[in-house]
């Protein structure tokens, strides 16, 4: 395939140039051109008013996409306890396995403290566990050795991880080893109709764009799964299921883990599990801003998040940062107060049932996301905001 | 000591938007940069060079104006640079862009691998693992600190989502870098004028000996097949009482949702 444009059609507007991510469009005697620059990413297609650009087929003959059968998750496991994403991908395997009318499997390596059958009663219809010492601790040579070894054998349609540290560091591995397509950090997975072919939807360019990615001709379809955005199944205390087990195979690892330190603050695990998440940003103007946003948070019960600017301003610590290159989060209720909405910020709590958004400024971008807005300067509402609630809890 | 790093040129994304109305990007003069993370490689690798001794080369793949980047990475002050570029490479996805830096390392030769966390454009963080992977060697993936290096075993300090791993590796070995790592030097004069003067070395497919199937779109197993605007929420109401009104009608949906 590549991209061309019919130069009878094209007006030499040179909207399409403006449209290019890599500059690959140029002006040749009054009509756009692509060079090899091109990326084939279609950016193009759909801009130009004449439709004058195209993808061309040029015969590339594929390889077949080969058989497959099943939906398999990655159960991820640290020191024993099983990731919360597991359970995300157990509900969203699940979702897609009923569409394919096919089984859901997990993948365990090592144990969890409640065993396989824990994933079970959360949607899966089959473990295959490998309780090896070997696999208690993450290496990815291992790791990628086993999970490859058993999607050969059992050949799975579709394979899924959590996007974590651990996901994203072997998945990769994995794909590259059987010549298959991998997306990564998807923040949505459904059936196309037409193919079944897993549609895979991931945010790039730092979240200003979504793309749908496919992996048409290859098996499994690969994919990692941001955490917190997919909802996990019901738990069903009766379900049954088989599990396997699973004789680990080349465990030689040429990387070892000599110490493990865990560092996970009381406000990172708070931002994840918290109802109610006030935040601030820039708008906060200060340390003295934020101890207003603190005093609302503990009248709701709540925890306080904030925007990278506040995090620059050095305002309050990193670990309170939500977006793209901080922490995913998704409570009832998230306030944003002072914060632009740019984002890199609403990726990472877009998920959040309500939305109350409090800006100055009434063309924030923040309201187009907001379940409630408020146009005001955030110094006088949350004090009032904070007078009422008291009154109502009788403090 | 042989260290390869691999850098990209990537559009600046914080000036990346879409245009809601037709869903394409609008990327009117928004420069090139080097991808921010593998700048963090760069400077990882310079340090171990001052410290066990070698050699630097930065490698990327890419259109010949990627050839700037390149020498960005001359002037802070490493050893050589190589361009990989060939039409044979257009529409590479993760596994057929690390299929063909793998095939251009092996040419090198390298005894450490750095590469970014991530490239900003794709965020995909795959491409390092991969290259990995295609070597049989191993990898680390995420390194915020570089702890010791010696002959043939490094040690690294690993970011986990709940804290950090050390970890120890045998070499030839790969590793990818978070932004905690250290902070990229900015070139010098001395390394501006030599940038100017360096002679990148370009190398095709052929001089690779790569399988064609393996490159470009046909080596690459995913496909875009749409982009489109990040959704907005639906059922919104901006407040337009008086503050007080405001506020009070908040609070009483906050009670609503047994929030208080
Ligand atoms: C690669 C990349 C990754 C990023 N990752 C993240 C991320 O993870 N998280 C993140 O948050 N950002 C991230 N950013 C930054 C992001 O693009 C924005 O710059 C940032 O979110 C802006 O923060 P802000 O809304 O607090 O500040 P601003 O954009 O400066 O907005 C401040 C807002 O406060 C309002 N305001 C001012 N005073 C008051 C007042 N008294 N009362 C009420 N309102 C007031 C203003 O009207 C304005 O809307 C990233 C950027 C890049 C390029
Ligand atoms: N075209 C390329 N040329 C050189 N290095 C690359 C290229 N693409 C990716 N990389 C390296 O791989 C890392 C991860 O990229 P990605 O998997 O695309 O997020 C980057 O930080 C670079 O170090």
Redesign the interface.
């Given at each position: 395939?590549y991209i061309s444009v019919t130069r009878d059609k094209c007006s030499g507007c040179g909207v399409c140039i403006?449209?290019?991510?890599?500059?690959?469009i140029v002006m040749h005697e009054d009509r756009a051109r692509i060079t090899?620059?091109?990326?084939?990413?279609?950016?193009?297609l759909?801009?130009c008013p004449e439709g004058a650009i195209s993808e061309v087929e040029d015969g590339?003959v594929?390889k077949e996409k080969g058989q497959g059968r099943g939906v398999w998750v990655f159960a991820e496991q640290?020191s024993g306890r099983l990731?919360g994403v597991s359970l995300e991908l157990l509900g969203a395997g699940r979702r897609l396995a009923d569409k394919l009318g096919a089984e859901l499997s997990a993948v365990l390596l090592g144990n969890v403290e409640r065993g396989a059958q824990e994933l079970i009663c959360w949607g899966a219809d089959r473990v295959y566990l490998c309780d090896d010492p070997a696999m208690d601790t993450?290496n990815?040579?291992p790791y990628?050795n086993v999970l490859s070894e058993l999607i050969a054998q059992y050949k799975p349609e579709i394979v899924l991880a959590g996007a974590?540290?651990?996901g994203?560091?072997?998945?990769?591995?994995v794909?590259?080893?059987l010549?298959?397509?991998?997306?990564?950090?998807c923040t949505s997975l459904d059936i196309e109709e037409s193919t079944g072919n897993l549609?895979q939807v991931r945010?790039?360019?730092?979240?200003?764009?979504?793309?749908?990615?496919?992996?048409?001709?290859?098996r499994p379809q690969m994919a990692t799964v941001r955490p917190r955005v997919m909802k996990a199944a019901e738990y069903q205390d009766d379900k049954k299921g088989e599990v396997i087990p699973v004789k680990p195979v080349k465990i030689t690892?040429?990387?070892?883990?000599?110490?493990?330190?865990?560092?996970?603050s009381e406000v990172a695990v708070n931002l994840q599990d918290a109802?109610?998440i006030v935040a601030g940003g820039r708008g906060a103007g200060g340390e003295k801003g934020f101890k207003l946003l603190f005093e609302l948070a503990e009248t709701?019960d709540g925890s306080v998040a904030a925007s990278r600017a506040a995090v620059d301003e050095g305002w309050i610590p990193y670990r309170h940062q939500v977006g793209q290159t901080g922490k995913t989060v998704g409570p009832?209720?998230y306030i944003a107060c002072g914060i632009s909405g740019a984002?890199q910020h609403?990726?990472g709590m877009?998920s959040s049932d309500?939305?109350?958004a409090i800006n100055r400024n009434?063309e924030a971008p923040i309201?187009?996301?907001?379940?409630?807005?408020?146009?005001?300067d955030m110094f006088?509402?949350v004090p009032?905001?904070i007078k009422?609630?008291r009154e109502?809890?009788g403090l | 000591m042989k260290i390869v790093v691999c850098v990209k040129q990537v559009?600046d994304?914080?000036e990346?938007?879409?245009n809601p109305e037709?869903?394409?990007?609008?990327?009117?003069g928004?420069p090139?940069i080097i991808n921010p993370y593998d700048l963090h490689a760069v400077e990882a690798a310079l340090q171990i060079r001052e410290a066990a001794g070698g050699e630097v080369t930065t490698l990327t793949m890419g259109?010949p104006?990627a050839e700037n980047a390149l020498r960005e990475t001359v002037s802070m002050g490493v050893d050589r640079a190589v361009l990989l570029t060939d039409?044979l490479f257009?529409?590479s996805?993760?596994?057929a862009t690390?299929y063909t830096l793998y095939k251009g390392i092996e040419h090198l030769g390298a005894d450490i691998i750095l590469c970014g966390k991530q490239a900003?454009?794709?965020?995909?963080?795959?491409?390092?693992?991969?290259i990995?992977?295609?070597f049989g060697?191993?990898?680390?993936?995420?390194v915020r600190k570089i702890v010791e290096v010696g002959n043939d075993r490094i040690?690294v300090q690993?970011?986990?989502?709940?804290?950090?791993?050390?970890?120890?590796?045998?070499l030839p070995?790969l590793l990818t870098v978070v932004r905690e790592i250290n902070v990229p030097r900015l070139p010098s004069l001395k390394g501006k004028m030599a940038a100017k003067k360096a002679g990148i070395l370009k190398l095709s497919a052929a001089d690779l000996k790569a399988e064609e199937e393996n490159l470009g779109?046909?080596g690459?197993?995913?496909?875009?097949?749409?982009?489109?605007?990040?959704?907005?929420?639906a059922?919104?109401?901006?407040?337009s009482g008086s503050?007080?009104d405001?506020?009070?009608q908040?609070?009483n949906?906050?009670?609503e949702?047994k929030?208080?």
């Open positions: 395939m403006a449209s290019c991510p890599y500059d690959a090899e620059l091109c990326q084939l990413c279609r950016a193009c759909s801009v590339v594929r640290r990731a993450f990815d040579e990628a974590t540290a651990i994203r560091s072997f998945f990769p591995r794909a590259a080893r010549h298959t397509g991998l997306t990564a950090d549609l945010p790039a360019f730092g979240g200003n764009i979504m793309a749908t990615i496919l992996c048409p001709h290859s690892s040429s990387t070892r883990v000599t110490e493990t330190v865990m560092e996970v109802n109610i709701l009832k209720v984002v609403i990726v877009q309500i939305i109350i009434p309201f187009s996301i907001a379940t409630y807005g408020i146009v005001g006088e509402v009032m905001m009422k609630i109502i809890k | 559009p994304t914080a990346v938007r879409i037709t869903n394409t990007l609008v990327r009117d928004v090139s259109p104006q039409r257009a529409g996805d993760t596994w690390a900003i454009d794709g965020d995909t963080a795959q491409v390092g693992p991969e990995a992977e295609f060697m191993p990898h680390i993936a995420y040690v690993r970011l986990m989502d709940d804290g950090f791993d050390v970890v120890e590796s045998s070995v779109l046909k690459s197993p995913t496909q875009v097949k749409n982009i489109f605007a990040p959704e907005a929420k059922n919104r109401k901006v407040l503050m007080e405001n506020v009070a908040l609070v949906e906050l009670v949702m929030c208080i």
